[in-house]
């Protein structure tokens, strides 16, 4: 190809860019890597998807001399599309552990959210643009939602008038572009969904909508891929979702979930449980069968899935670098899927047979690579919680609890950012006969109880010897143990040790298809402020309205509505 189709791509190694890769191949273009600021001097167009802390990338770019560089193109008016902190790079200093000082392009400040008014931090999840001023590559996002995730922004003032393209309201507006000449920049994803248009308006300035020209073979692709955002054929849920606070037009998300598993045959399934379970009950009893996980995934990103999550649920045992199919499984995932993608399942440190051993963080950066856009930990961030929450009664710091920083979770959030960090709780209801008996946090049980049946009525929300007061009791390795720590506990400690988010699985309800536990989303989303994610029970459409209407849950995850169809 011509070096008309090749895009110069700053990616510094800090952090997970593939998805980036993928939809820039999509569009049909080559990427070269800068290797030395000589190569940003001479790119054609430029694009700087920023990774990781504010910090630690400043220091990347002035030990490499590419702050130099960078400053020179952008001074020049060369084309460029700076992402998420790579916009907030052209900033004069970030807040985040600092003030670090940034590349000064920009007059302004970049600041944390605040988390009050029940805005949650981080900002995860599709939003609304409103527009400041033409800034052509935005102009096919119209009303539609893009997808954020960070917990810094830089908001609008006088002095930074001139740059700001668009705002976008989150509690207060921020701003979501900037764009001068031909610099450009974006807080949100623009490799994901209709953000899409938005990396081809930039590569091919000159383009309309679908017409694209120099590109034959990838057209038809194209073509087929643009109609399918801008007319959705089908959509798991219209874009008419609530939306949390007033002006925000933060929308709760959707997420399909895929359970996966090695069956006994060895080849890598999509299965589903009831209440765990995954087998059959058959004479073999054999794993559910319910497809291939790409395959899968590809059709559930079509049918409007905000989020599609892999689970990879015996993680726990076989490990995951020794599991090649998942990571293949993922490589090719996201190739076609451009929303995000969760992956967890045995992120933990581990030994193998020849004595190697592979710290957690090795594992999750893997699993970056392969194409995830977030991780998730459930066993060892119990693990973590635990041991964080017994450093309580050696301690005498004012909160009264030490972080030791060497947890898989604090590890993996530091190098990453907690908002590619989700903690996936599997937590079982266990009735008390009074909130005495247990040290941890209980709860007047209002649900109906979906394990055991009474015949129907309101006081059948009791246990089986008449209890009303219960805890939620977390489990590891996939629900097959019970540890002495609630989800309630466990919820507000991985907090604090950097969880971004929190996927709040329940054995009992899993599968079930008779709704979420809205107590438990209720206990567990009031308790945190990092954004919830309800799971576990949906049967009907009327449930994700139940839990986005009762409940302050951000997300609804669910697996088996999806697998009936
Ligand atoms: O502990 O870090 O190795 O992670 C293992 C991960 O695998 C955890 O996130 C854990 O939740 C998950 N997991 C382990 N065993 C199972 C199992 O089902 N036997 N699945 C499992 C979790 C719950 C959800 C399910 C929802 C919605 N399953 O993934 O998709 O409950 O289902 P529904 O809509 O059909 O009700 P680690």
Redesign the pocket.
């Known amino acids: 190809s011509s070096s008309g189709s090749v895009v110069t791509l700053l990616d510094y190694g800090a952090g997970n860019v593939r998805s980036l890769r993928n939809a820039i191949r999509y569009l049909g273009f080559e990427i070269e890597d800068v290797r030395t600021p000589k190569d940003i001097l001479n790119a054609d167009r430029l694009i700087f998807p920023g990774v990781g802390a504010f910090a630690s990338a400043m220091d990347v770019l002035v030990k490499t001399g590419m702050d130099e560089a960078l400053c020179t193109y952008i001074r020049n008016d060369r084309p460029f599309l700076g992402i998420c902190l790579g916009l907030q790079l052209l900033f004069e200093y970030s807040e985040e552990n600092g003030p670090v000082k940034g590349l000064g392009l920009i007059p302004g400040v970049v600041g944390r959210f605040n988390s009050s008014n029940g805005f949650r931090v981080p900002h995860i999840g599709w939003n609304a643009l409103q527009i400041a001023k033409d800034s052509e590559i935005l102009d096919e996002i119209g009303d539609r939602h893009v997808y954020f995730v960070h917990s810094y922004r830089a908001i609008p003032l006088d002095d930074n008038k001139e740059w700001v393209s668009s705002t976008c309201n989150y509690g207060y507006d921020f701003i979501a572009s900037i764009r001068r000449g031909n610099v450009h920049g974006v807080q949100f994803h623009p490799e994901k969904n209709v953000g899409v248009s938005v990396l081809r308006r930039f590569l091919h300035p000159n383009s309309r909508g679908t017409k694209v020209v120099f590109v034959p073979l990838v057209l038809i692709h194209l073509a087929t891929f643009i109609n399918s955002y801008v007319h959705p054929s089908s959509s798991l849920i219209d874009s008419q979702r609530p939306t949390q606070g007033k002006a925000s037009k933060l929308a709760k998300r959707v997420i399909a ?1 895929l ?1 996966v598993r090695t069956n006994d045959k060895g080849d890598l399934v999509v299965t ?2 009831d209440q ?1 379970d ?1 087998r059959e009950q058959t004479k073999e009893n054999e794993v559910r069968n319910l497809g291939k996980p790409v395959e899968l995934s590809g059709q559930y990103y079509k049918d409007g899935a905000d989020v599609v999550s892999f ?3 015996t ?2 045992r076989d490990f995951p670098l020794g599991d090649l199919p998942m990571l293949q499984v993922l490589r090719h995932a996201s190739q076609n899927v451009f929303v995000p993608l969760t992956v ?4 933990r440190d581990f030994t193998d047979a020849n004595g190697r051993y592979y710290s957690s963080l090795e594992v999750a950066s893997e699993y970056f690579r392969s194409g995830a856009d977030k991780i ?5 961030a119990v693990y973590a919680a635990e041991e964080y929450l017994k450093t309580k009664v050696r301690s005498f710091t004012s909160l009264g609890l030490v972080k030791t920083g060497k947890s898989s979770l604090e590890q993996i959030s530091r190098v990453y950012g907690n908002q590619a960090v989700v903690v ?1 709780i ?1 937590p079982r209801l266990v009735y008390v006969k009074s909130p005495n008996d247990v040290k941890l946090k209980t709860i007047r049980v209002t649900k109906p109880d979906f394990t055991r049946t009474f015949n129907g009525y309101a006081y059948l929300v009791s246990g089986p010897n008449g209890e009303v007061y219960a805890w939620y009791q977390c489990t ?4 097959r143990e019970g540890q002495p720590i609630g989800a309630y506990e466990l919820a507000k400690a991985v907090e604090e040790l950097g969880a971004g988010e929190i ?1 709040l ?1 329940c054995i009992d ?4 298809g008779k709704g979420f536990d809205i107590d438990l989303i209720n206990l567990i989303s009031d308790a945190v402020s990092i954004p919830v994610i309800a ?4 049967g009907a459409v009327k449930h994700f309205s139940e839990v986005f209407t009762k409940t302050n849950a951000s997300a609804a ?5 999806f697998h009936r169809k």
Do not use: E, H, P, W
């Open positions: 979930c359970d589903k449980g765990y995954v689970l990879n649920i993680g726990f967890g399942g045995g992120i998730s930990i459930g066993t060892d996936s599997d590891v390795n996939g629900g996927l699985n309800c899993d599968g079930q799971s576990s029970g949906a995850l669910a697996a088996g509505i």
